[in-house]
């Protein structure tokens, strides 16, 4: 790999991570914002609302960030991956402006009727807002990801003799099979660190002991939607989305799974570390045959190893491995978390141990890094493909821009980010330090 | 549909230069005529809940174009690389300042901001009037489609002239904005400001449009055998007599002249290099145009239903936010 290719991976790499770090919470809080506000407009219960009001204002913040980093993304498939845009531009194009157009005036138009027009709307309209925000920010997902599904697994398209894709069908591409599932992996995974978020605010609330009300209904909240989440994020989107990964792209099954030789019944490696000079695992921790199960519903079926495909064809092993390693051991870490927070609200404990308290709070990166690691496992994985089995993601890149010009621009990203970062944490910082407005907070709403 | 996703394309960029162009103009102009935080103060929020908006029109614009003619997409972007990169961060920058501002009460703390806020938004309208300016003029694009966009090819004297009109008209624009939100002293600047650059925006128009003609001179052979393009010239003439009469009282006329200006230069703009959307200035053969570099019928079809759909609800919230925030500024515990 040339030294200008790695150095557009990179930049779209660190790009693109950091970028995803704030749409994770806008598609993750937009649910429970509109969660609380049907039920302060079903029971009339002013608790509601004022949560739904103090997230409303953490998500105004990451969408305002989101929007900010997302324009370079969409300018870096012309600026460093432009003979990928010329290649497909009509094909995978087609959702990519929809997000933008779609997205933008159902969140920002229903957040600021949500934020700032309590008063001036009748209450249906105010709480449809709400529901608006959360369409947007779900639907805003589902356009990526089928840009992306369209990157794994490319339907609805012809070759033309110059080598390039067109359209073939509209519809083919907008409900890429692959994407089904995926999307509704990252969505989970969204929700999931909405959940942690919620909790780890709530706790931090209990364990200082500051609005009392609404950290209690914060923790109940996170516990339950978390155990529900935790348990989907496996089975059945974490499962079925992997089912598309065996059935279309094997070698990043491997890849994810470490298993380099092809075996009839197949182990699944909780622990181990690839060598990829000897085609094994170092020291791996196996679960006799368990691998063919998951992924052909069966124990003695035959799973497919590396070894079986050119080297050049390989994904990079180690990030692959690891990165799947961890998104799945973090998940099993998080139905652990949940389904203990939801044993102690069971007992009634959930507000008063301190233990639990602190475990939640210092939980809250961790669905970050899962989510981000997740990402990695479905990028890397697919390399060397940037469009699987038609482009080579060396040749997807702009031969006009020098590997030191995007070296550079990288750098500059990164001094610009490390401040966007700064500004962003100040003012969540600030939003959680003034807290949820607390007047009238238990009075029921006079209106009903 | 080629011919159709052309204009479509035209029409979304005047639209981002007409929208985003006042808010680049108050930013550029906020230091010289806003005297003391109150002032500053409310000159940001006269943009402060509109600025974001309006950048959208640029995100769905970037967005069509690689659907519609990715081959531009791909070699425009490429070829432009630093120059965008650098547009970028600026797009960046002027966010941060105008949110970091009023974060901290400290004189010191909010100057650096304002600088790097009229920074920000004054380079930005120079730099997308260089880039209009170098796509009027043609790029070497080669026989493969692309070009190498060095500073030196890109900041030439007749693009870096078009980037000098583009700045002096959205700073136009922004005085003219901000006679509509302010009153009193900062009212009087604005008139005062807006009178003085509709000088300028004359004589600038002036001198481009007699370069354009040196620099392409198939520029004017197109309006002549296309006598319907000649309304994009008369919008601008309009645009700058209307301004001569709004100079002093009719602060809405003002606004509605800067706006017909600068609709009447970005369409004159696309108006001379149509059917191309990137002329070589190696062969004419090398061109990118509307019909070698677009995406299959099919596919143009498509996105334009889908995003014309969806422009539907932009224009409707655009106009709902503008409504919402009609009238003169007013300073409140919130805002910037």
């Known amino acids: 790999m040339s030294e200008a290719v790695f150095a557009h991976r990179v930049q779209f790499a660190f790009t693109v991570m950091f970028h995803y770090l704030f749409p994770i919470l806008t598609m993750g809080l937009s649910f429970f914002i509109a969660l609380l506000s049907t039920v302060h407009f079903v029971t009339g219960d002013k608790r509601y609302l004022a949560?739904?009001?103090?997230?409303?204002?953490?998500?105004?913040?990451?969408?305002?960030?989101?929007?900010?980093?997302?324009?370079?993304?969409?300018?870096?498939?012309?600026?460093?991956?432009?003979?990928?845009?010329?290649?497909?531009?009509g094909v995978f194009g087609q959702t990519l402006p929809m997000e933008g157009v779609y997205a933008f005036f159902l969140e920002s138009g229903f957040l600021g009727l949500f934020i700032f027009g309590e008063e001036r709307v009748p209450r249906v309209v105010h709480w449809l807002s709400s529901v608006g925000v959360a369409a947007g920010s779900l639907l805003s997902g589902y356009f990526i990801v089928a840009v992306d599904a369209w990157m794994q697994h490319p339907v609805g398209y012809e070759l033309d003799p110059g080598g390039d894709v067109h359209l073939k069908s509209f519809w083919a591409v907008l409900l890429n099979p692959?994407?089904?599932?995926?999307?509704?992996?990252?969505?989970?995974?969204?929700?999931?660190?909405?959940?942690?978020?919620?909790?780890g605010v709530g706790a931090f609330y209990a364990l200082s002991h500051r609005h009392r009300d609404f950290a209690e209904l914060s923790l109940k909240m996170a516990v339950i939607a978390g155990l529900i989440l935790s348990l989907t994020q496996a089975f059945p989107t974490g499962d079925l989305n992997s089912r598309n990964v065996v059935r279309y792209q094997p070698t990043k099954l491997a890849t994810m799974e470490g298993l380099f030789r092809t075996e009839k019944g197949a182990p699944l490696a909780i622990i181990g570390m690839p060598d990829t000079e000897n085609e094994r695992l170092i020291d791996p921790i196996y679960v006799p045959r368990f691998l063919s199960f998951l992924a052909y519903g069966h124990f003695s079926a035959t799973v497919e190893g590396l070894s079986i495909y050119p080297r050049e064809l390989w994904p990079p092993v180690e990030l692959t491995y690891y990165a799947y390693h961890i998104m799945v051991g973090l998940g099993t870490i998080f139905i652990a978390i949940m389904l203990a927070g939801v044993f102690l609200l069971w007992r009634r404990q959930l507000f008063e141990n301190h233990w639990y308290l602190w475990i939640l709070m210092l939980a809250l990166p961790f669905p970050y890094?899962?989510?981000?690691?997740?990402?990695?496992?479905?990028?890397?994985?697919?390399?060397?493909?940037?469009?699987?089995?038609l482009l080579k993601t060396a040749n997807g890149t702009s031969t006009n821009v020098a590997a030191g010009e995007t070296v550079f621009t990288t750098l500059g990203f990164a001094g610009i980010y490390a401040m966007l970062a700064i500004l962003f944490l100040f003012l969540v910082g600030r939003v959680i330090h003034q807290g949820p407005e607390v007047e009238n907070l238990s009075a029921v709403d006079p209106g009903r | 549909m080629n011919v159709v996703w052309f204009w479509a394309l035209a029409a979304m960029l005047t639209a981002y230069a007409a929208l985003d162009g006042y808010d680049l103009g108050v930013g550029s102009l906020h230091l010289w005529i806003a005297h003391g935080d109150t002032e500053r103060r409310i000159a940001l929020n006269a943009i402060g809940p509109l600025w974001n908006g309006n950048e959208v029109w640029l995100i769905a614009s970037g967005g069509m174009l690689v659907v519609s003619f990715p081959k531009v997409y791909a070699s425009g972007f490429s070829g432009f690389y630093l120059a965008l990169i650098v547009a970028l961060w600026l797009l960046v920058l002027r966010g941060i300042s105008i949110e970091f501002r009023s974060q901290i009460d400290n004189p010191l703390w909010k100057a650096l901001w304002d600088v790097s806020f009229w920074l920000g938004s004054w380079l930005l309208a120079l730099l997308l009037g260089v880039a209009l300016g170098n796509v009027v003029r043609g790029l070497p694009v080669g026989a493969d489609g692309y070009f190498q966009g060095s500073f030196a090819l890109l900041l030439n004297r007749y693009s870096l002239l078009v980037g000098i009109l583009s700045v002096l008209v959205l700073v136009w624009h922004g005085a003219n904005y901000l006679r509509l939100k302010t009153e009193d002293a900062l009212l009087e600047r604005a008139i005062h400001a807006s009178a003085r650059l509709w000088v300028t925006v004359v004589i600038l128009t002036g001198l481009t449009t007699v370069a354009t003609y040196f620099v392409r001179p198939d520029a004017a052979q197109k309006f002549i055998s296309h006598p319907l393009a000649l309304v994009f010239p008369a919008i601008t003439l309009a645009g700058l007599v209307g301004g001569f009469f709004c100079r002093h009282a009719n602060d809405r006329g003002a606004f509605r002249s800067s706006t017909l200006v600068i609709i009447g230069?970005?369409?004159?703009?696309?108006?001379?290099?149509?059917?191309?959307?990137?002329?070589?200035?190696?062969?004419?053969?090398?061109?990118?145009?509307?019909?070698?570099?677009?995406?299959?019928?099919?596919?143009?079809?498509?996105?334009?239903i889908a995003n014309a759909i969806g422009m539907v609800g932009v224009i409707a919230y655009s106009t709902y936010i503008h409504r919402k925030f009609h009238g003169k500024v007013r300073l409140g515990r919130h805002g910037y």
Request: aromatic share 16%.
């Open chain 1, 51 to 89: 949560a739904a009001r103090f997230w409303a204002k953490i998500f105004a913040i990451n969408f305002a960030i989101g929007v900010v980093t997302g324009i370079p993304l969409e300018f870096e498939f012309g600026t460093n991956w432009s003979r990928f845009s010329s290649f497909g531009g």
């Open chain 1, 178 to 199: 692959y994407a089904g599932w995926q999307y509704a992996h990252t969505i989970n995974g969204a929700l999931l660190a909405g959940a942690f978020v919620i909790g």
């Open chain 1, 369 to 389: 890094i899962a989510n981000e690691a997740g990402w990695v496992v479905a990028e890397v994985g697919r390399q060397p493909w940037l469009v699987y089995g």
């Open chain 2, 265 to 304: 230069l970005m369409g004159s703009a696309a108006a001379s290099i149509f059917p191309d959307l990137l002329t070589s200035t190696l062969n004419p053969a090398y061109s990118l145009s509307v019909y070698n570099a677009a995406s299959s019928p099919h596919a143009l079809r498509a996105a334009f």
